[in-house]
């Protein structure tokens, strides 16, 4: 690189970090987000014939409900006998298939490299299957995001990639499931970003939307295009009515509370029981069939359930009943293990809720509040506002309540991040001993370079300096030798020639307690070298993956012109400066005096 007399050295930072491999694997996502959708297929097939079988007893898959079979007391076995075959498949098929598929997918992200076994992908659609089927008030996103992770982690497998990059393609996977399941591709997407990829790159953002975007297209012949719960689109709010909404969210954001706690103190309950935890989902399933005996619209996946309470069409005390024996139904089969999915049941809860509350609201507009309590249920529960804003208006298609959706969805999040340590999906994760953040932050290494950080007095000591001379000023705390564990030797003409450092004091003191070596003599020439225009972070990868702990600052096109000392006092400099972003106040400024 030349450079003129007057010329500053190019600046080749980017916004973005960039990674050409980020082409590799969005060729990779689309064919994960092919059979993602084939998965999804799969999946509603699989839930349809086993609804057909145990309910009506015929071969078929046409989509049906267990509330428009005969109402016996066959009702009641049904989710038994069902919940005795996800037991035993769990218990000598793999555990992993236990609950509904999130968690899992978090905790094979966080702890398990992005690595998942092949009998998970295998078994997890077949069990969610014979759950939803036998009457399991589940919903099928859960099991479609575990089986679609699952793929795109066996796939990732199959070539040399880093887990990074396995992590990539198991979100891809799993946002491929949902697009396909719900048509909601955009949904898919940030839910990956909200909960599954725990950072914002475009090397995991732009495969994994691929991936989603692909599904999304290939759901249009396998199970027919969006939106999958259509609605007259209702005209402009008014800013009383989002006033309203963000009412409605706040009661969505408790009942998210109410509801975590729900579930994990129906699995404390179950842990409490003299039986292996094997035989908890046939408990579970003898309460899902009660309450689908006194009210069979709890049963299955419900996605007729929800339309209806979009539209409106499900009013007065039987919409108190729905609450109650789904919430009651849906927490005891999760806490006992049983495989299926929230998202489903979420709608359908604060639709439900919604559509009570809209007896009191002045419009009285029943789907209107349905759709804004959905979604902010939704938002408040999985933590994923964001998610449940988007995901509302493509499951219906009805743009113009996007600023209640946001009023509602921001409002019960407000709520749930105050009053609750972690969401429904997390607190499971939790449980297993391992803790996650979600909050995105940029790391202040990434955008600090080393010029704002690195040392530049004191710093510099004579080569023809001997060790005896450098350890009495040390005993004497002599600052310009004490304030660092390196000292920077320059030649006669003060250029950089070594680094010595207090290791190499001690090694050559063992060597000649004398000390008559010189600085030159007994430190270290052959150095790793910093630059004042590059980032911390690239300095720090190189000391970390060097196992130094400091090293000098010089010119990029004079490496041997010394311009700083780069320690790990330093470097965390750059932490304290985002400390004091964050936590320290200033006093407030008059600005008319």
């Known amino acids: 690189m030349s450079l003129g007399p007057n010329s500053i050295p190019e600046d080749r930072l980017s ?28 999946l509603v097939q699989l839930i349809s014939l086993t609804t057909n079988i145990a309910f009506f007893h015929r071969i078929s898959t046409a989509a049906v409900s267990p509330a428009e079979s005969v109402r016996t007391p066959w009702m009641i076995l049904v989710p038994v006998i069902g919940g005795l075959v996800i037991g035993l498949m769990a218990r000598f098929g793999s555990e992993k298939i236990r609950g509904h598929g999130i968690p899992e997918a978090l905790e094979a992200i966080l702890i398990g ?13 077949l069990s969610s299957a014979i759950s939803i089927g036998t009457g399991g008030p589940f919903g099928a996103e859960g099991p479609i995001i575990m089986t679609g992770g699952a793929f795109g982690s066996l796939f990732a497998q199959m070539f040399h990639l880093s887990g990074a990059e396995r992590k990539t ?23 990956s970003v909200e909960l599954l990829l725990f950072e914002w790159k475009p090397r995991s953002f732009v495969p994994v939307a691929v991936s989603a975007l692909t599904a999304g297209l290939m759901r249009v012949p ?79 996946v419900g996605y007729g359930l929800i339309h209806d309470l979009l539209r409106g069409n499900l009013l007065g005390i039987t919409l108190l009943s729905l609450l109650i024996i789904k919430a009651l139904i849906w927490a005891i089969a999760l806490g006992s293990g049983t495989s299926g999915g929230v998202l489903a049941p979420l709608l359908i809860m604060g639709g439900a809720l919604g559509a009570l509350e809209s007896t009191v609201i002045p419009s009285h507009d029943a789907g209107l509040w349905a759709m804004i309590s959905m979604a902010a249920l939704m938002g408040g529960t999985m933590r994923s506002p964001l998610t449940a804003m988007v995901f509302t208006l493509e499951l219906t298609h009805d743009l113009n309540v996007l600023p ?38 940029v790391d202040p290494f990434q955008i600090v370079r080393v010029s704002e950080v690195m040392d530049v007095e004191n710093i510099t000591i004579p080569a023809e300096t001997t060790v ?91 490496p041997k012109k010394i311009v700083g000392y780069l320690g790990r006092a330093s470097i965390l400099q750059a932490r304290v400066r985002r400390l004091n972003e964050e936590f320290k106040r200033e006093r407030g400024q008059n600005l008319f005096a």
């Not at 916004?15 to 297929?41: E, K, N, Q, W």
């Not at 490299?113 to 659609?125: C, G, I, N, R, Y």
């Not at 307690?513 to 007994?522: N, R």
């Not at 270290?524 to 990868?541: F, G, I, M």
């Open 113 to 125: 490299s992005s690595k998942m076994e092949l009998k998970v992908a295998l078994l997890k659609p």
């Open 404 to 441: 209640a959706l946001m009023a509602g969805c921001i409002a019960a999040h407000a709520v749930t991040v105050l009053l609750l340590r972690r969401s429904i999906l997390t607190e499971k994760v939790a449980r297993r001993g391992y803790h996650l953040i979600r909050e995105y932050s």
């Open 468 to 558: 005896a001379e450098i350890s009495d000023r040390i005993a004497h705390h002599d600052p310009a030798v004490s304030r660092h564990q390196g000292i920077l030797i320059t030649d006669q003409s003060g250029r950089l020639a070594g680094i010595f450092t207090r290791g190499d004091l001690v090694r050559a003191l063992g060597r000649d307690p004398q000390g008559k070596q010189s600085l030159l003599e007994a430190g270290t020439t052959s150095l790793e070298v910093a630059y004042p225009d590059e980032l911390v972070d690239d300095a720090l990868t190189r000391m970390l993956q060097k196992n130094i702990g400091r090293m000098p600052v010089v010119d990029r096109i004079d």
């Open 222 to 300: 396998l199970l027919g295009s969006g939106p999958i719960f259509p609605v007259i689109p209702h005209s402009l709010l008014h800013a009383n009515q989002i006033g309203i909404a963000a009412i409605v969210g706040i009661i969505g954001g408790f009942a998210a509370i109410a509801l975590t706690a729900l579930v994990y103190g129906f699995e404390d309950l179950f842990l409490k029981l003299p039986i292996h935890w094997m035989w908890w989902p046939i408990v579970g399933g003898l309460f899902v069939g009660i309450g689908g005996f006194i009210d069979p619209r709890v049963l299955g």
């Open 15 to 42: 916004d973005f970090t960039r990674d050409r491999r980020m082409l590799v694997l969005s060729l990779m996502a689309l064919a994960i987000g092919v059979v993602s959708a084939l998965l999804a297929y799969l």
């Open 169 to 191: 393609l198991l979100v891809a996977g799993a946002a491929g499931g949902m697009a396909a399941i719900f048509a909601s591709p955009v949904a898919a997407l940030l839910l």
